[in-house]
């Protein structure tokens, strides 16, 4: 068939670019199927699709009977597939520094590979470039796939990439067992390049230190013993002058859920998978959350146990926040005051003598913090340089000195006052309308686009996903979206119905989101897709559940 690709690609040479339709279908190159699934219309338009799928690529099953070492040489050939593409019309997605289940780059049962690739049909003008795509097709394809069996790669460093994921996920899953929601080992490098650039900052980054009395030390399977800062479940507060690196370490911790490459720094920076970066989001839409443990009398009288509004304040949006990222499971919360609501997070003294009682109606988290971990469990970790009053309720707290950790929990339990908490009351589970969760569009076809990283388009709605800070890659955005399309509403809470999801993701991988879908896209965690439920501005939900 590859004789016949060719021959037919030369044979199309300057005929209309319309007549590459025609090329669709399975093409049989011997060791590996090459298949046309879309066709660009035009040259213009997003790049088409091909499929190649080598049953056997000689990939040695220690590399993927264990999932985390599958998912790892996956990335790991997908990253070198994009190396050996880079000069090409051909386009694979190798995401960044995450390793990430992805559609583009799949290692299959058995050893095998399966690539999704784009490609940018070649046109002069709108006539086929046949001896262009005859090149692709015929010659950098295969000479790629060539490069990507097992005995052509190099396999040391195949195998130290795996080794690296998997000593980060041994990491993280001995988190709960040691009664920790987070670990920072000694030597990372927390800093990344620019606020545009998530690589490790080049010069000058001060590596992690752990205070003594966090450190703890972790056996890991591949490279030992590891010691680093242990931060244990409750309440632990990071504190710290100005640019002392507070919302640096913040935001490994919020990446911390995910896996990084090697070199990157953060390879040791782990934390619990469920935990969620809490931030103020005003102007959010809001759908029937129950956040009456945050807010309680409204002046509009509005039943704050059945919330709902279609322009949130910053406060009434982090409060809603934190009931929708519990509802989706998650135990860990992570807060940064740079991204909060004031009036949520703290009330002092002389605020409370003069705006009391009934005309106040938030209770700021300060008093739902301590119940929040003693009845139900939720830790959080708060960056707070502004306010002491979190002293009272901390059980350790941090300070960042000029980029180094010190465990200043003595002291501030001397400054630490008596305060009385607030009752917190588990919000209540939704049921959600399914047909409120629908991508279609008006010809019945399911739109699932975006836009940057700030938009996902879903059937007619533009859901803003600005502020998920955990979306660290655009496939995950589309991931979410594919996700949330599959996702099971009927007849069961939100939570049940992300847990029959996640379930069915483990067992059959992340393409199963997406066997029609032409593009890339990676598994998004069960906390995005709830939060792009969240913010469709046509979601509604039936009622709630105690
Ligand atoms: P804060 O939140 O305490 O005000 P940031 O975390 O925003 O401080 O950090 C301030 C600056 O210091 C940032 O430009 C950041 O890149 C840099 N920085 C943070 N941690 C380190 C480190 N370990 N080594 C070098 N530079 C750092
Ligand atoms: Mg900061």
């Known amino acids: 068939d590859d004789e016949r690709l060719s021959r037919e690609l030369l044979r199309m040479d300057g005929d209309s670019y319309g007549r590459y339709k025609s090329l669709r279908g399975d093409w049989d190159f011997g060791d590996f199927t090459l298949t046309v699934q879309r066709v660009q219309a035009d040259p213009f338009a997003p790049p088409s699709r091909i499929l190649v799928a080598l049953p056997d690529a000689g990939i040695p099953k220690d590399a993927w009977a264990d999932p985390v070492r599958r998912r790892a040489t996956a990335d790991f050939l997908g990253r070198r597939a994009g190396?050996?593409?880079?000069?090409?019309?051909?386009r694979i997605d190798t995401g960044g520094q995450e390793v990430l289940e992805r559609s583009s780059c799949r290692v299959t049962e058995g050893g095998g590979l399966e690539l999704r690739i784009g490609i940018d049909l070649p046109g002069r003008g709108r006539r086929i470039d046949g001896r262009a795509a005859e090149r692709e097709f015929c010659d950098t394809l295969p000479g790629v796939v060539d490069d990507l069996y097992w005995e052509a790669v190099d396999r040391d460093a195949a195998r130290a990439f795996a080794d690296?994921?998997?000593?980060?996920?041994?990491?993280?899953?001995?988190?709960?067992?040691?009664?920790?929601?987070?670990?920072?080992?000694?030597?990372a490098v927390l800093p990344r390049r620019s606020g545009i650039s998530d690589e490790p900052m080049a010069e000058g980054a001060v590596p992690f230190s752990s205070p003594d009395s966090l450190r703890v030390s972790v056996d890991l399977p591949h490279r030992g013993t590891v010691t680093g800062m242990g931060v244990p479940e409750g309440v632990v507060l990071i504190v710290g002058g100005g640019f002392h690196g507070k919302s640096t370490l913040l935001h490994a911790l919020e990446r911390g859920v995910y896996d990084h490459v090697p070199g990157d720094g953060r390879e040791l920076v782990v934390t619990r998978a469920d935990a969620v970066k809490i931030r103020a989001e005003e102007g959010r839409r809001v759908e029937r959350v129950d956040v009456g443990s945050f807010?309680?009398?409204?002046p509009t009288g509005a039943d704050t146990a059945d919330f709902r509004t279609d322009n949130a304040s910053g406060s009434t949006s982090q409060a809603a926040n934190i009931c929708e990222a519990l509802e989706a499971g998650s135990r860990t919360l992570l807060v940064d005051e740079d991204s909060t609501a004031t009036n949520l997070m703290i009330?002092?003294?002389?605020?409370?003598?003069?705006?009391?009682?009934?005309?106040?109606?938030?209770?700021?988290?300060?008093?739902?913090?301590?119940?929040?971990?003693?009845?139900?469990?939720?830790?959080?970790?708060?960056?707070?340089?502004?306010?002491?009053?979190?002293?009272?309720?901390?059980?350790h707290v941090v300070m960042m000195d000029a980029y180094h950790p010190h465990d200043v929990g003595e002291r501030a339990r001397e400054l630490a006052r008596e305060r009385t908490d607030a009752v917190f009351t588990a919000p209540r589970a939704r049921l959600v309308d399914p047909r409120s969760v629908d991508p279609s569009d008006a010809r019945g076809r399911s739109r699932i686009k975006r836009r940057d990283m700030d938009v996902l388009v879903f059937g007619d709605d533009d859901v803003d996903v600005r502020s998920v800070e955990q979306f660290v890659d655009p496939g995950q955005i589309i991931g979410a979206g594919l996700a949330l399309r599959a996702l099971d509403l009927r007849d069961r809470t939100l939570a049940e119905a992300l847990d029959a999801l996640e379930a069915e993701l483990a067992e059959h991988g992340v393409t199963r989101l997406g066997a029609d879908f032409g593009g890339d896209y990676a598994l998004p965690r069960r906390q995005e897709v709830a939060a792009l439920l969240n913010r469709l501005r046509s979601l509604r939900v039936l009622g709630q559940r105690w």
Request: charged share 25%; net charge negative.
């Open 83 to 90: 190396r050996l593409l880079r000069r090409s019309l051909l």
């Open 347 to 395: 009330r002092d003294e002389r605020m409370q003598a003069l705006v009391h009682g009934d005309r106040e109606p938030l209770v700021p988290f300060v008093d739902l913090v301590r119940p929040l971990y003693r009845d139900h469990g939720v830790s959080t970790v708060l960056v707070m340089g502004g306010s002491g009053d979190y002293f009272d309720v901390a059980d």
């Open 164 to 187: 690296s994921v998997a000593d980060t996920v041994a990491l993280r899953s001995a988190l709960a067992e040691r009664g920790l929601v987070a670990f920072v080992a000694d030597g």
């Open 295 to 298: 807010v309680r009398n409204l």
